[in-house]
């Protein structure tokens, strides 16, 4: 039997204010972590997911703080132990590639992928000091290989963190730490709800597998699995949800 209890863990998830990164946050303080939320969003704005965690006897720490910041990342990272990091916050912007600024391409690079290189360098330092092992989960997409139009930046970020996370996995073993990375398909979250309606998420969601979009309830399930496997047998690995 898998032990699933992650209590004297400390888990730092990023974009935890909603969507999946709240599901996930979430999910790991219902199995005894304590949660470290980092979000660009304000406390208030966080303040459900926050007082969800704290119901469950663990009131978590959130730092607001943009992960394309180094400076902000290094204060977040700065203090304090890491046993688990969740890099989820991203952004996107969706415009066809003729239509694309330069500028449109760095916001989107900044998060969804000079952010997880900040956060996971810096945790995995502080992984390697404590000398305890660890895990960093890196939320990708099926855009990393699926050639969806529109997405040119976010698509360039995801296949670029698939490829630097399998490296660290490589570099960080002999440390312990292990490296996964979750490939969702489409996601039922706030943020795609700002690209499509109630009714087209509904009707695209039908020419699914699974004839709708996924749940991000689903999410903090699966994140809480990768903690149960042993280091040892299974450093690096890939998991994709329903594509869409």
Not at 143 to 170: D, E, I, Q
Request: proline letters at 4%; glycine letters at 8%.
């Amino acid at each position: 039997m898998t032990d699933r209890n992650l209590k004297g863990k400390t888990a730092v998830v990023t974009g935890a204010a909603r969507g999946i990164g709240a599901a996930i946050a979430v999910e790991l303080a219902t199995h005894g972590a304590d949660l470290v939320m980092c979000d660009v969003a304000s406390r208030e704005a966080a303040a459900r997911t926050i007082e969800t965690i704290a119901n469950l006897g663990r009131p978590p720490i959130y730092f607001q703080g943009d992960v394309g910041n180094r400076a902000q990342m290094e204060a977040l990272f700065e203090n304090g132990r890491v046993d688990i990091l969740v890099n989820n916050a991203a952004r996107s912007i969706r415009k066809p590639l003729l239509e694309l600024e330069v500028a449109d391409v760095e916001r989107v690079w900044a998060v969804a992928l000079w952010g997880v290189f900040h956060c996971s360098q810096l945790a995995a330092r502080r992984m390697v000091a404590q000398g305890t092992g660890g895990s960093i989960v890196v939320i990708s997409s099926v855009h990393a290989v699926r050639a969806f139009p529109l997405s040119t930046a976010y698509n360039g970020a995801k296949a670029a963190v698939n490829h630097m996370a399998c490296k660290w996995a490589a570099e960080l073993a002999s440390a312990r730490i292990r490296v996964n990375i979750e490939e969702p398909g489409w996601i039922d979250t706030p943020g795609e709800r700002t690209f499509h309606s109630e009714d087209q998420i509904r009707e695209e969601g039908r020419k699914l597998p699974v004839n709708a979009a996924n749940s991000i309830r689903m999410f903090g399930g699966w994140i809480l699995q990768i903690q149960t496997w042993p280091i040892s047998a299974m450093r690096r690995s890939k998991l994709e949800s329903t594509p869409r």
